[in-house]
């Protein structure tokens, strides 16, 4: 497609429950990232992909959360055992390289944990 | 660890004035920054990217400035509109990973 898409664009779950969320970029695009945004505040870092592997994953906030992207195309997000803290927009975007390219936005995941 | 911070975090203004929205980052090591618009309930839109050797980037109404030495950005808009009311966010890319940091943003006002 013409830009990077997200589905679902809204996810309601219950505390306890496991979900994934979807990322389509930019065909082409080498990299992927993933990134949260709480009510009112920046986007935050979560993961960065570069072709299929995880080059970093330094923003990651616990082992219940963990990414995939098998074919360097497409991203899963995956969050065990949801908080209600976890409530947030899980934002995905990708870019043509490493560095000095720019980065085109998802709309996003808007994910309400109850 | 890189910061950002924008100033001011909210700004209302009458219709047709020119602008200036304020960014700061600690770290002056930085490869680029970008400056976004986001609409609520929407993703980002990439408005403008800065490489770390450039001073300035425009597009229409818009012009941004790189100060790397002094760690500050601006984005100037020009003629403001009603239209021009979103949240209008920095990030830089620093030499430390390719992942962006974003200030808390401004949240702009236009009123015709």
């Known amino acids: 497609g013409a830009g990077v898409s997200q589905t679902p664009s809204n996810k309601v779950t219950e505390k306890g429950k496991y979900v994934e969320l979807r990322c389509d970029p930019i065909s082409g695009h080498t990299a992927l990232y993933w990134y949260r945004q709480s009510l009112g505040q920046g986007p935050e870092f979560l993961i960065y992909?570069?072709?299929?592997?995880?080059?970093?994953d330094s923003g990651l906030p616990n082992d219940r959360f963990f990414a995939v992207r098998p074919e360097g195309s497409v991203s899963t997000l995956k969050i065990q055992r949801t908080e209600r803290g976890d409530s947030a927009v899980y934002l995905c975007a990708s870019s043509g390289g490493q560095g000095t390219s720019e980065q085109f936005f998802g709309p996003g995941t808007r994910l309400t944990v109850l | 660890k890189q910061e950002v911070t924008q100033i001011p975090a909210a700004l209302s203004v009458p219709e047709g004035e020119n602008l200036v929205l304020n960014c700061s980052f600690t770290d002056s090591a930085i490869y680029n920054l970008q400056w976004f618009r986001q609409d609520p309930g929407k993703g980002l839109t990439s408005l403008l990217l800065i490489q770390s050797s450039q001073r300035e980037q425009t597009s229409g109404r818009l012009n941004a400035s790189l100060d790397k030495s002094s760690g500050r950005s601006t984005l100037y808009i020009a003629a403001s509109q009603p239209g021009d009311s979103a949240t209008y966010l920095c990030a830089v890319t620093t030499n430390a990973g390719n992942m962006l940091t974003f200030g808390g943003g401004t949240r702009l006002m236009v009123k015709p």
């Open positions: 992909f570069q072709g299929t592997g995880a080059a970093d």
